[in-house]
């Protein structure tokens, strides 16, 4: 009798151990959520306050069409708390069929998608520039730490059934934490609770400090898991790409920019206001040179942290403001893309067709040529 329970024993452990084997390589193979050239479609699902109609004519099925048609393999889907769920967390159907239609849209025309929780109410990137820090609760609380893995696990209920091969979640936009280890935290926190339900979706994972390429150096990525992409994002110089922009203090500046080279001549900062001369008297505006050689530096961190964690680098943002003179911003595109290809980075522009963008909605219209044919590889300019 002992030797029957003794074979037994072996069998269970044998079994369990086979068991263990399979889950283990089920969790560990890499997907083939394959990425190179993609655009935000922003400023639809996030940062817009079109409802109704407006809304849902805004994005059609011939943008997914044109995307692939122009080449573009992927797109990253900005989405906001706000559009999803009421201030009592009750979800506002309307913004979830609209997901949903993108979501197959863009699997319909071969386009990979991320799924970027953008903006979230306890957290908003630009309520530092603003201001209004203290209105990030975030790091500092434990129940917006839970919604926001809340807000996950509804997401994932939703798209759960969707391939780990098409599909990939970014679950929050450019967080700025007052310590890089509170958002290392609360990674560790996510990530747990999202691969518990999901053990194979690939997840991006952004940097502290508006998904710094500086900040690269200090994100720590949980171990062993291969189905990570990371992220950075890069408008550098931003005298540049954001020339003008209303909603940056950068942007009061009215004079010369240059590129390649020093963006601001010693005659155009002296001729600046003494308020502007101070948002230019940095250094880095006024004595660094910018080039493809700057270009190259900024990005080693990243560079370097990617292949500390052997996974796919991908920058999920950079453009030029629509106003900035088209000349500077085809250089500093060219420069870029050059970067992306050395370096094996993948990409998404800012954007499809909002400020930064390339598509008039409103004209149904390229607005910008010269730039679309640079970013697919079918002209230059």
């Not at 890069?234 to 009061?252: D, E, F, K, V």
């Not at 240059?258 to 206001?273: C, I, M, Q």
Request: aromatic share 12%; proline share 3%; with cysteine.
């Amino acid at each position: 009798m002992r030797k029957v329970f003794s074979t037994l024993a072996l069998i269970a452990t044998t079994a369990l151990a086979l068991m263990a084997c399979s889950t283990e390589s089920t969790t560990n193979k890499v997907n083939n959520f394959q990425i190179h050239r993609g655009t935000n479609m922003s400023h639809w699902l996030s940062q817009s306050e079109e409802r109704g109609e407006a809304r849902k004519n805004h994005i059609q099925e011939d943008d997914f069409v044109r995307l692939n048609q122009l080449g573009f393999d992927f797109i990253r889907l900005p989405i906001d708390e706000v559009q999803f769920w009421d201030e009592n967390g009750k979800k506002l159907p309307e913004a979830w069929d609209l997901l949903r239609f993108a979501v197959d849209q863009s699997i319909k025309n071969n386009l990979r998608v991320i799924v970027d929780l953008h903006i979230i109410r306890s957290h908003y990137f630009n309520a530092v520039v603003e201001g209004n820090g203290e209105a990030n609760t975030l790091f500092s609380s434990e129940k917006a730490q839970q919604d926001l893995i809340n807000m996950w696990y509804q997401l994932s209920d939703m798209l759960k059934g969707y391939s780990n091969d098409s599909v990939a979640y970014e679950f929050m936009n450019e967080p700025v934490a007052d310590e890089h280890e509170q958002w290392n935290q609360l990674i560790a926190r996510v990530h747990k609770a999202l691969r518990e339900r999901e053990p194979q979706r690939t997840l991006v994972i952004g940097s502290n400090m508006w998904q710094g390429y500086e900040t690269m150096k200090y994100l720590k990525v949980p171990e062993g898991d291969k189905n990570i992409i990371l992220s950075f994002h890069y408008y550098n110089p931003m005298l540049l790409t954001h020339y003008g922009a209303p909603w940056t203090p950068i942007g009061q500046y009215k004079g010369k920019v240059n590129y390649p080279g020093v963006l601001v001549s010693k005659e155009d900062y002296e001729a600046a206001s003494d308020t502007v001369k101070h948002l230019l008297d940095e250094g880095k505006y006024t004595t660094q040179v910018w080039d493809i050689n700057k270009i190259r530096e900024d990005f080693k961190d990243a560079i370097a942290a990617a292949k500390k964690y052997d996974l796919q680098l991908f920058c999920g943002e950079w453009g030029v403001y629509e106003p900035v003179d088209r000349e500077l911003a085809y250089k500093w595109t060219k420069d870029m893309l050059t970067v992306f290809k050395e370096n094996n980075i993948a990409w998404t522009s800012w954007c499809y067709d909002a400020d930064f963008g390339f598509w008039d909605q409103q004209k149904d219209d390229f607005k910008d040529k010269g730039l679309v044919e640079l970013l697919t590889g079918k002209g230059e300019k």
